[in-house]
């Protein structure tokens, strides 16, 4: 081990430094430490500096998750998600179901499908689900993950890591005819239970382990109320459905004041009353609870102004304006005034001091100082950003209607990744090419426009990814990894093989959350094949100890891809998952000491 593992460690120390006191982000703090590892040329001769970062961003389970990003943008656009939301996961009316029914949903898909695929899906459909159900999605966003991680366990084909042992097994095999190989579910009879009792350790500790942290524009969301009416399409899903089943009753910063059916007003309405075609649904609620109720399947704006707006609807977007004592407008009915005509703009609600405006949409007299919420194009921001007529004009973020006469297709494409991703290990096709193939199918198929894609990426969490990469291909090409575990092995040197096993869990665990799980699988594999030899054991338990520790990293973000995937979006720091994680580490790995000799004898 020469001067670059201990410049490497020094780096690597002072990055964990930085990301546990919360000094910089994940993408600041990996990557400043992956571009000073390439200035001092820490890599070995054989792995130059720049060729072992641009590996790192050419990863192809990076370049995966970018094209999985795409597919969920798709998903979001055609309001899959709503339904994926509404239909598998409910309505749980406590942290604790909402982890047990998110966690036992992904763990069975990451059995058979990737990790990354299932976390890049869910991520969208648990966020709406969070913000629906008022819970922190700091509580549900690790949980997503561990669930992902947990489930990949159970299977041959659940996770890369278990494949890649697997084949380094039947590689072993040709020289050495004692090593057995593993069946699909061999795995399995140590990671089911591990995935239980993982479950169960989320469920039970997160109460007191798991942070409660609400994002910056929930906590800052904003005052304004709009009364808006909706009205009920006639033939729609929602139709013959009560208000809780349709959605209804439960909506994040909003409530149903009102029904109107056949020129008949119904107040305090109840959850069991029933939905029908052209009813008038009359909602109170801040913006953000606008775009949801816009989102939702059966349910269109009232007022018939939006429909004789220029262009495609699916082009729009909200804008709030705030009507200035210049503005023609102001003084006039939005009937009078021929809002729609003269601004290509359709009014769609107006918030007023405070003050609900019972009147309807078209008989409300502009006054100066009134917020507008508007259904329009983009450009309308463009050209009216500096003008005399409104004091403001800012859009509504992610406003545009949602397309959900394509959602058939969006779930075909869903349909046909899942299939492919499943059937890959017998029929060549990667996850990326699984991936892209789906990707590219959203954009031809219009279930997402090119310029929604490309802000769906999250360009930061590729960086995070991207830079941890490079900073474990430093961890392996300069020895400091096989220094470590080689250190750990050598100190139980005559041990039991039982002894040997915890240890070589330990040392491949280490390796995990420190560089990636499957480089911590392919350094781990030899060392623990030899210490079987070395104990005159039989291979399987070391073998599937190394899959299971290279696997089962909780402890630190980059531990796995599916924990920095939700590092930031869920607003983690670096010490939740040494907290939360590192017990859940130890539960996991005592599991598999205990049952991995007794069903696979030594």
Not at 343 to 353: C, F, L, M, P, S
């Amino acid at each position: 081990m020469g001067w670059e593992a201990g410049v490497t460690l020094a780096v690597l120390a002072g990055t964990l430094v930085v990301l546990a006191r919360n000094l910089a982000g994940p993408d600041a703090a990996l990557g400043g430490s992956a571009a000073l590892l390439m200035a001092l040329h820490v890599f070995s001769p054989r792995f130059p500096a720049p060729a072992a970062v641009a590996a790192g961003f050419g990863n192809e389970g990076l370049l995966t998750i970018a094209a999985l990003f795409i597919v969920a943008c798709g998903l979001t656009e055609t309001g899959t998600v709503s339904v994926v939301t509404r239909h598998v996961l409910g309505h749980p009316r406590s942290v604790a179901g909402a982890q047990l029914r998110l966690m036992t949903s992904v763990a069975a898909f990451s059995a058979f499908l990737s990790n990354t695929a299932v976390v890049a899906t869910y991520l969208p459909v648990v966020r709406e689900w969070s913000q629906r159900t008022r819970h922190s999605v700091s509580k549900l966003y690790l949980p997503l993950s561990y669930a992902a991680v947990l489930g990949g366990t159970c299977t041959l084909v659940g996770t890369t890591t278990t494949l890649l042992v697997h084949g380094l097994m039947l590689e072993t095999r040709a020289s050495d005819p004692s090593v057995p190989v593993m069946g699909l579910f061999t795995i399995g009879a140590i990671g089911l239970p591990i995935t239980l009792v993982g479950i169960a350790y989320v469920v039970a500790t997160s109460r007191w382990l798991l942070p409660e942290r609400r994002e910056a524009h929930a906590t800052f969301a904003n005052p304004r109320e709009y009364a808006i009416e909706m009205m009920v399409r006639p033939g729609s899903p929602i139709v013959g459905r009560t208000i809780e089943q349709a959605g209804l009753r439960h909506l994040p910063g909003a409530y149903l004041a009102s029904i109107e059916r056949h020129g008949e007003a119904r107040v305090a309405v109840g959850r069991s009353e029933m939905l029908r075609g052209d009813d008038r649904l009359v909602f109170v609620g801040a913006v953000d609870s606008v775009v949801d109720l816009r989102a939702m399947p059966g349910l269109e704006p009232a007022t018939d102004q939006v429909f004789k707006l220029n262009g495609h609807r699916h082009d729009r977007c909200l804008v709030e304006a705030v009507v200035s004592n210049t503005c023609p407008a102001a003084g006039q009915s939005v009937r009078d005034s021929r809002f729609r005509s003269r601004y290509d703009a359709a009014v769609i609600a107006i918030h007023r001091n405070g003050e609900r405006l019972a009147l309807k949409i078209g008989d409300v007299v502009l006054q100066p100082g009134d917020t507008l919420l508007l259904e329009t194009h983009p450009h309308f921001l463009r050209h009216h950003r500096n003008s005399r007529d409104f004091f403001l004009t800012s859009p509504v973020e992610n406003s545009h209607p949602r397309r959900h006469e394509r959602a058939w297709m969006a779930l075909a494409v869903l349909g046909a990744l899942v299939a492919g991703t499943a059937s890959g290990p017998w029929t060549g096709l990667s996850v990326f090419s699984a991936a892209t193939i789906a990707a590219g199918l959203m954009l031809l198929t219009r279930c997402c426009s090119v310029e929604q894609a490309r802000r769906s990426v999250d360009w930061s969490l590729l960086v995070t990814i991207g830079s941890a990469l490079a900073l474990g291909r430093a961890i392996e090409t300069t020895g400091l990894a096989s220094a470590v575990a080689h250190g750990v092995l050598t100190t139980l040197d005559g041990a039991g093989p039982f002894a040997v096993l915890v240890a070589v869990y330990g040392a491949t665990l280490l390796c995990t959350e420190l560089v990636t799980n499957n480089a911590a699988a392919a350094l781990m594999f030899p060392i623990s094949h030899a210490a079987a030899v070395a104990a005159g054991a039989s291979f399987m338990p070391f073998a599937l100890a190394v899959a299971l520790a290279a696997s089962l990293g909780f402890a630190t973000p980059i531990g796995y891809q599916t924990n920095l995937m939700v590092y930031g979006p869920g607003g983690y720091r670096f010490v939740d998952f040494l907290r939360f994680g590192g017990p859940l580490n130890v539960v996991v790995g005592v599991i598999t000491w205990l049952v991995a000799p007794r069903v696979f004898p030594f």
